[in-house]
């Protein structure tokens, strides 16, 4: 596609469930970022992969956020046994990984945890 | 890390007026952009400037990575020019707390 594109772009889900958010990042992008951005904030880094590899994870908060990227391409950011406190936009992005270094986002997902 | 800091935090303009944002941050910097983030949410890229100015339309940036700030410039501003403006310091994939601006007709 020409664009980031993100799904679902809503979510609801009650405390304790798991959620999976999925992203699919501009073709032939090798970098790809998750970000959260609570509600009047900026948006804050959760976690960065070149091409499969996840290169820095030291923004995810605990150990329930788990982000994979198998075949270099796709990637999904899961939630385990969500709390209120994860209730946000989550952002990808995606860039080159050489020259310049523009990040392209996409439309976010909103997760509500109820 | 680094500190990136933006002012000011809110501006309201009537149609028409110009404005000036302003991001410092607190260690050189390699890569920086400006979003503006529409009311719906979406981050939209205005300029990627690691230095240097750069111009698009009513828009212009200019970066000045030695004494470690970047200014945005909205001329003749519109109702659609409202929402929230970030400057990201790439390098560290961190964001400042945005300015929210409102252009009022």
């Known amino acids: 596609g020409a664009g980031v594109s993100q799904s679902p772009r809503y979510k609801v889900a009650k405390r304790g469930q798991d959620v999976a958010l999925r992203c699919d990042p501009i073709?032939?992008?090798?970098?790809l970022f998750w970000y959260q951005q609570a509600l009047g904030q900026g948006p804050e880094f959760l976690t960065y992969?070149?091409?499969?590899?996840?290169?820095?994870k030291s923004g995810l908060p605990s150990d329930r956020f788990f982000a994979e990227r198998p075949e270099g391409s796709v990637s999904t950011l899961k939630i385990q046994r969500t709390q209120q406190e994860d209730s946000a936009v989550y952002l990808c992005?995606?860039?080159?990984?050489?020259?310049?270094?523009?990040?392209?986002f996409g439309p976010g997902t909103r997760l509500t945890v109820t | 890390g680094i500190q990136v800091e933006q002012s000011p935090p809110d501006l309201i303009l009537q149609e028409g007026a110009n404005s000036t944002l302003r991001c410092n941050f607190s260690?050189?910097?390699?890569?920086l952009q400006w979003f503006h983030q529409n009311p719906w949410g979406q981050l939209i890229n205005l300029f990627y400037?690691?230095?240097g100015t750069k111009q698009n339309g009513r828009l212009s940036a200019t970066t000045v990575a030695t004494e470690r700030y970047s200014l945005l410039y909205i001329s003749s501003s519109q109702t659609t020019d409202s929402g929230v403006y970030f400057c990201?310091?790439?390098?560290?994939?961190?964001f400042g707390a945005g300015t929210r601006l409102t252009v009022k007709p």
């Open positions: 992005a995606s860039s080159f990984l050489t020259g310049d270094y523009e990040q392209y």
């Open positions: 073709s032939g992008h090798v970098s």
């Open positions: 992969f070149q091409n499969e590899a996840q290169l820095d």
């Open positions: 260690d050189s910097v390699n890569n």
């Open positions: 400037i690691p230095s």
């Open positions: 990201a310091v790439v390098d560290d994939m961190r």
